[in-house]
């Protein structure tokens, strides 16, 4: 992700909610590789070196009961019908069944 004037913090929290690894460098922002937690497995201390790390690409990043991101799972239990949907032009089932 090349970064200008980019948030660390920010950075950190798009590597923990999407759950992957993040590659980060920029003009002005630090060069590193940021793990699914958002700890810093490798940065680069000096202007034009690099950070490396190495990444177990088999390791599984999905926790257990964890629902970021599952939406086939998560859909049907906050699927709400008994309420307009608020697209213009458009009726929902309730109003629909209800008018």
Do not use: F
């Amino acid at each position: 992700m090349p970064i200008w004037g980019g948030d660390q913090t920010l950075a950190k929290a798009r590597a923990i909610e999407n759950q992957v690894y993040l590659v980060a460098a920029g003009y002005d922002h630090p060069t590193y590789v940021m793990n699914p937690s958002g700890e810093w497995l490798a940065v680069a201390r000096e202007r034009g070196s690099a950070a490396i790390a190495t990444i177990d690409l088999n390791k599984c990043l999905r926790q257990p009961n964890n629902n970021l991101g599952d939406m086939r799972n998560r859909l049907p239990k906050e699927l709400r019908l008994d309420v307009a949907t608020g697209i213009p032009g458009r009726q929902s089932s309730y109003n629909a069944a209800h008018a």
